[in-house]
């Protein structure tokens, strides 16, 4: 019998003075004419989840966060949709940035989506990629947690065990380059980020465990549902039984760390870029900074990108489309920067889910701040709607421009 609680955070959110700056900012993009759309939001979680069993277990840990999202997008004549957003997660909301620091990164925002909005379109692109910032965290969240959820298919009829796990997570696959590690660990987290947990939903003591050693699968994210593997089973839950509280539960990533190899210095990354550039023959290398929300095991749209050329210089990027990005992008990783970034993101409270804005499951990634993956496919998805199909109303009251 278990019989466990964690002391909730002490924190309360000033509703009247975060109103104010949430009304405030997102009046900032009203400053650009160009913009259609652009609101700012704030959300915060304070709950404690309580478990209790048939056997007299019991268990109570507090699943707080602070989330504040924005979001701001232009339409072009030609009818292509530009769009930014900014997502940040704090523990308490002394760990968001203040109007000193939010108010000039929407700024650059705006900025940056009326640059791509009069931009030139690119029709094609075949060459390596760079990921930076947040589309790094993106890229593994995406292709690499869908290959390690080790929770067991729901089974059907007249399918057999090897038609469904065709294609999902497999012990030995490779999935990285030689030398890459991942693993994740549930106990230990930053102090100014929330999602730890002691717990998981099935009761499970969280266990950190590694995933990912010298690019191959060696475990998997597992609850309370053995898998069968080859050879033998996964019997014993790690603690990553994830999800919202009502609802399906699956393993999931937490505190989760991507380690190449080796980390270049910004010198070596740029020769190693300069390198597979000249190898691809293209005069400009394609830097993406954020993703569009996709299904996890895939990529989809570009949101922020530029291209860059040797000299240094970029200039923006209007929108492209990865073509059949899956796990199998991830084995062409060809560099990694030693600097690294520790993230704080909501992931879905799904499998299935993308990352969410202001809910879903508050989660923590440690990856490098830039990787370079060798050669990638991407098109230009074209307009995204009739360019006169509706008209939306102007953001002239900033009252109206929040939700």
Known sequence: VV????????????????????VAASAIFAETPSLRSGWVELASEEARVVRVDAMGSRIAQPESFVALYAWCDAVREDGVRVFEELNLVGA?????PDR??????????????DARARAPVVASYAGPVVFEGRAVVQLFAGLLEPQ??????????????????????RLGRRLLPEGWTVADDPTTWPDDLPGAYRWDRDGALARAVTLVEDGRVVDLLRTTAPRPASPGELPESN???????????????????????????????????????????????????????????????????????????????VSLQFIDADRRLLRDLVAASATRQTVGYLAGNSAGASMGTTDGLASVASVPAVVVVADAELVFPGPDREPDAYVMPPLGNPADATR
């Open 3 to 22: 019989q466990g609680t964690v002391p909730s955070p002490a924190w309360e959110l000033d509703r009247a003075a975060w109103s104010d700056v949430v």
């Open 92 to 96: 308490t909301p002394a760990d968001l």
């Open 100 to 113: 000193d620091a939010l108010f000039p990164t929407l700024r650059a925002m705006a900025a940056r989506v």
């Open 148 to 169: 390690l959820d080790g929770t067991p298919p729901l089974p059907r009829p007249g399918v057999s065990w090897e038609q469904l796990v065709r294609g999902g997570p």
């Open 239 to 317: 603690g990553h039984a994830r999800g919202a509280v009502q609802g399906a539960w699956n393993a999931r990533f937490a505190h989760w760390r991507v380690l190449p190899q080796r980390g270049l210095s910004e010198r070596a990354m740029r020769t190693a870029v300069d390198r597979e550039r000249r190898a691809a023959d293209v005069d400009e290398v394609l830097v993406v900074r954020s993703l569009q929300a996709a299904q996890p095991g895939t990529l989809e749209r570009v949101a922020d990108a530029v291209w860059r050329a040797p000299d240094g210089t970029e200039r923006p990027v």
